[in-house]
């Protein structure tokens, strides 16, 4: 019996180790399968915070691709209107400077030329062509085309406007498609400039020919 009690205790000593055992085992289970969740919930976290970084960083640069456009086409705006006030204060004193020159040649004596014709330049053009005249040619078709703006007046240069084009455009040579008179007068005249011609009815369209004013 002795024995025997031993040898219980033994296997109860030995059973109750392996009852208190067996729980620890399956709390390390339990622990060690629980593990994988947590992990891919920090890396979802981390996931997300990053998304949120990159579109924070987007936004961001959109703001400032925005306000630098904005920016530029303010600088634009700002160069735009400096350069349309430079070219209107320069148009400004072309136009004060023309007129100053037109009052000073307005005094000047009128130049003769043949047949009759009369001229004076109240402006002179500070660029561009110079009229030349291909008096060798019969027709006008292989001729450079010339453009005026001009006043066809009674008399004098204040007198009854007859006739008024802004762009009179012409072939100048061989007197077909203007009087004699713009084929003499308008000769050596530069682009830009304002000439004040006289021509006598011998050439403009003769004394048969009533254009408003009177035969000649």
Known sequence: NDGNEENAATATTTTNDSSNQQPMKLQNNASTTNSPPEVKQTDSADAKLESMRMKNRKRKELRNAKKMAKQ??????IKRKELETNLTMQQEKNRKEMM????RNAANEFQMLEMGVKYKDLYVGKQGKIVKQKTTATT???????????????????????????????????????????????EGMREGGIRHLIVPHEAGYGRRVNIGAGFG
Do not use: C, H, T
């Open 72 to 77: 530029k086409s303010q600088q634009e705006e």
């Open 100 to 103: 100053e020159e037109m009052a």
């Open 140 to 186: 006008p078709s292989n001729k450079d085309e010339l453009r005026v703006s001009y006043k066809l007046r009674a008399i004098n240069s204040k007198g009854k406007v007859l006739e008024s084009k802004p762009n009179f455009a012409f072939r100048l040579g061989g007197s077909v498609e203007v009087i004699k008179g713009w084929e003499i007068g308008l």
